[in-house]
């Protein structure tokens, strides 16, 4: 099975940068995922990493270590419409259903 | 560009009714996923196709089948609802076999009354 951790909730300044982490142990590994939720909404994809390494993509950033089961979701230049849960997704080694964790709900302040 | 198209949007059923969802994926991608969303949860896996044949199955109750069809659209079947199955249904699809980028519909919000 997959265990994905991430924390639960983060606060930041609106223009400031948040990190999110995201440990995870899984039966084999075949990419991380990070989405964006708002409410009621469907999760947005915003980035896949299955190297090691960094992958910018504008304001976001993703961050994966396969042999630390680590990743981070940096959000740079944060606004408001920032505001949302992000979610850490791993597929596994075997097949090919992504696993969530629980999501960080991220709130910006102004 | 052409995203996951779900339908309905909502749908509300009495205990005990059938329900169908449908799911129709980004042309020629062949891998289809069906994931349950309660309030405040994260997506629960319930069950995959790819190329018309189930690749995984998650934690999908007995009571709910799915298919994939021969243009790739995929429907959720849900019978004997319960209050407990009341919760965002979201469809994502990828294609090469699902070895990518997985993309989400806007999700079909089921309750049940």
């Known amino acids: 099975g997959q265990n994905i951790d991430q924390p639960t909730e983060m606060t930041a300044t609106e223009g400031a940068i948040v990190q999110i982490n995201c440990t995870y142990q899984t039966s084999g590994f075949n990419g991380l995922f990070w989405y964006q939720q708002h409410a009621g909404e469907a999760p947005t994809f915003l980035s896949y990493?299955?190297?090691?390494g960094l992958e910018e993509k504008g304001r976001f950033s993703s961050f994966l270590s396969r042999s630390k089961g680590y990743s981070y979701l940096l959000l740079k230049e944060l606004q408001m419409k920032d505001s949302a849960s992000y979610l850490c997704?791993?597929?596994?080694?075997?097949?090919?259903?992504?696993?969530f964790g629980a999501g960080t709900t991220v709130t910006v302040r102004a | 560009a052409a995203g996951v198209i779900q339908s309905p949007r909502h749908l509300i059923k009495e205990k005990r009714e059938t329900a169908t969802l449908k799911c129709y994926p980004i042309?020629?991608?062949?891998?289809v996923y069906w994931y349950q969303q309660g309030p405040g949860q994260d997506p629960q896996f319930l069950i995959s196709?790819?190329?018309?044949?189930?690749?995984d199955k998650g934690s999908i109750p007995d009571r709910f089948s799915a298919q994939q069809f021969s243009d790739y659209h995929s429907e959720l079947n849900m019978s004997s609802l319960e209050l407990g199955d009341s919760a965002l249904y979201f469809c994502?699809?990828?294609?090469?076999?699902?070895?990518?980028?997985?993309?989400f519909g806007q999700g079909t919000r089921l309750t049940v009354v």
């Open positions: 990493n299955v190297l090691d």
């Open positions: 994502a699809s990828s294609p090469s076999g699902g070895n990518t980028e997985a993309f």
């Open positions: 997704a791993v597929r596994g080694g075997y097949d090919y259903k992504l696993s």
């Open positions: 042309p020629r991608h062949d891998t």
């Open positions: 196709f790819y190329e018309k044949m189930q690749s």
